[in-house]
């Protein structure tokens, strides 16, 4: 018998072959554990989502597949295998990891779903001497190793990074981008009954949610999801690349390919996505810094922060060199939008609540540069991305959090904190506009909180930054500003209330 864990869905998980022990024909084996709802206070579209693609994949296997549903893991192990042996493939987690392997009788096959094996990533990574294991070299690497957009042994195009085409500010006078509108799911019977369970739990007051729980927008089934890239590549790839740092209130989805949640299931395989793009590139329905733009997200990325999850182990989540220990405000934990008049907080928290999702400039930019600039503990901060977005796994949260947008672990994944004052804001979106707050000020009854708190943590941190050379200008920056000790003050003043 086979075990597949919820984000296993897609055909490639069921591929036999002999490390994985997998078969044409071996029995299935699902299990809907009620505890991992319990633990944390997730998002409701999330678990509506994870479990409607559940359902509808035991649906699909009909009866080759054992579904269980119980309280834990073991206990539906126990139910439905007893000690009979089971194969799994690698989880995506440590702790699920743990749990396998302490079970005698399930054997771990390797990872599926991602590019690279991990020793291959290892040994890559340990090669590389005393240079940091940056992201831009990993993602040249695989490109060679895969062939993705290569003509020969060069980069498809003769260059491998098309960012200076990218990165655009949204175009002026625009509220929303000229692209055709994703695909959205039509929901059926399952998400009906995903619902009322739902529901169920949480009148019995078993588990609580945050957030609303709308028309599932993001696929369940592997058909929806090959539907989703079909209409990303076909209608809307073309603008990923200029737009991809933009944000527009009005259009929280722009050209992005809403496709993270299906690849987290494994709905879909990294490689077909890239493998589209490049096509719709070499077929000339897209343009190059758009496809590279895409190309980079997923086979640089993604398989960057999987593989870094590993790579840097157990211990990585917990890292905190810049020492912040602030707990995450109520406001925050509940999503509690219509308390911020920040318009640009305010906007994308409610983009959160609604659906469980934003992306990633907000995600990096608005959420988690408040944060950073504010000293929240980063493993709470983590937990509460995790949390709270239809996306979010261990895997992808750890690395993107903790190491991306905190920089608790003092540079091992990016050269730099990212955290900018509210000038950055108003070049990459129509976000200031008519918000109460000013970018240019730091002080004063319409001070930028962004401005004010950029100011604030580069006072806090200037001895651990100022020999960071990516930061060495801004840090002197401080120096030039007559009214820092008005921002402190005001900074203090605020503490964690919803700016
Ligand atoms: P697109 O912009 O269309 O990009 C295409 C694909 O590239 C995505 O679907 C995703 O699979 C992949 N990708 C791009 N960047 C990353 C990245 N840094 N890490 C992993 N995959 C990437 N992504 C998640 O899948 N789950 C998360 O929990 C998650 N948390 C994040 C937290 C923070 C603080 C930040 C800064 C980024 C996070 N990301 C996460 C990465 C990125 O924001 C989302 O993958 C992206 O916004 C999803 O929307 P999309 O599918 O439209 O992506």
Redo the contacts with the bound molecule.
Sequence with gaps: MHWLFGDQLGPHFLRPSEDSGLAGDTPLLMIEARSVFRRRRFHRAKAHLVLSAMRHRAAELGDRVTYVRSDTYREGLARAAGGRPLTVHHPTSYAALRLVRSLPHVTTGPARGFLVPMDAFSAWADGQGGRSVRQENFYRWVRRGHAFLMDGDQPAGGRWNLDHDNRQPPPRDATTLPVDRPYRPREDDIDEQVRHDLDRWEKDGDVSFVGRDGPRLFPATRAEARAALRR?VERRLTA?GPY?DAMLAADP?MS??????S??LGLLD?AE?VERAEAAWREGRAPLNSVEG?VR??AG??E???QLYWYFGEDYRTSNVLRHTAPLPDWWNDLAADDVDARCLHTVLSQVRDTG????IP??MI??SYALQRGWDPAAVTDW??RC?V???DW??V???VG??QYADGGRMTTKP?TSGGAYVNRMSDLCGSCVYRPADRTGAHACPYTAGYWAFLDRHRSALEHNHRMTRAVRGLDRLADLADVRRQERARGDSPP
Aim: aromatic share 24%; glycine share 4%.
């Design positions: 990303f990923f991809e989805v992005h390919s809403l496709l993270s949640s690849l987290n990294p996505c895409f997200q997923i990325w993604r960057y922060v999987w999702w934003t992306h990633h995600r990096l959420l988690g991305f995790h977005f996306d979010g796994y992808v949260m690395p993107n959090v991306m947008s990212y």
